[in-house]
């Protein structure tokens, strides 16, 4: 399998992890693409029409993407059924806390897309709301995180070690951990973990 995406990606992150968490990774071959809204490439939009990053090719030439989709799939074809539980109640809590970190996620390529953008002036008021939503979501998961697993590691808390990672990536000026001490213990254990460090976010 190949998977167009770069390792400044916290989406590409999220599959990264999970490759290596389902021991699949020796058998992905990363081809490395910087995309953005304003930089598209040709050869991932001939496989993916929203031209995103990541993009698994597998070895029949089917295209998969959406890095939930990818984790799925990988989480299936391993046979390890935790990336996603099987247990239906499981499954959706985990959905949402993958959904919850893909929005922040989402959220955070605006907020770095308009901090290139001073000129204009909704850019405060944009950039103000990026960072009440970012403080809502720490505020939701410090009240959860004391109880979470860093053993049982889900797709969804996959991408909130993601989410949180690429703020230190590129809001670290946020300063994310204050006041979210519970969050900050979770985020650091779960961070040693092997296949969390081999997906180190990494600029180039
Ligand atoms: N929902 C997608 C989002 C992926 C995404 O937004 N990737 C960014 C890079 S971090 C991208 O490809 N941006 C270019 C674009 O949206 O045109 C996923 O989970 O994989």
Same mark, same amino acid.
């Given at each position: 399998m190949q998977l167009y995406g770069s390792t400044r990606s916290p989406f590409v992150r999220k599959v990264l992890i999970a490759a290596h968490e389902t021991g699949l990774n020796g058998q992905i071959e990363l081809l490395p693409k910087v995309v953005s809204f304003t930089k598209a490439d040709d050869e991932v939009c001939s496989h993916n029409p929203l031209g995103q990053i990541p993009t698994l090719l597998l070895d029949d030439g089917t295209a998969l993407w959406d890095s939930g989709v990818i984790c799925d799939y990988l989480g299936e074809i391993s046979g390890? /059924? $935790?990336?996603?539980? =099987? +247990?239906r109640a499981a499954r959706r809590e985990a959905l949402v806390r993958q959904a919850t970190a893909d929005g922040l996620m989402n959220t955070y390529m605006r907020w770095y897309g308009e @901090? @290139? @953008?001073? +000129? +204009?002036?909704l850019s405060a008021t944009y950039v103000a709301n990026c960072r009440e939503k970012f403080r809502r979501v720490l505020g939701h998961w410090e009240a959860q995180a004391a109880g979470w697993s860093t053993e049982q590691i889900d797709l969804g808390f996959i991408a909130i070690a993601c989410a949180l990672a690429y703020a230190d990536f590129r809001? /670290?000026? =946020?300063? $994310? @951990?204050d006041g979210h001490a519970a969050l900050a213990a979770w985020h650091e254990a779960v961070e040693s973990r092997p296949a969390f460090q081999a997906a180190a976010f990494r600029d180039g």
């Open positions: 390890t /059924g $935790w990336i996603v539980p =099987e +247990d @901090r @290139r @953008r001073s +000129d +204009d002036p809001f /670290g000026a =946020e300063n $994310w @951990r």
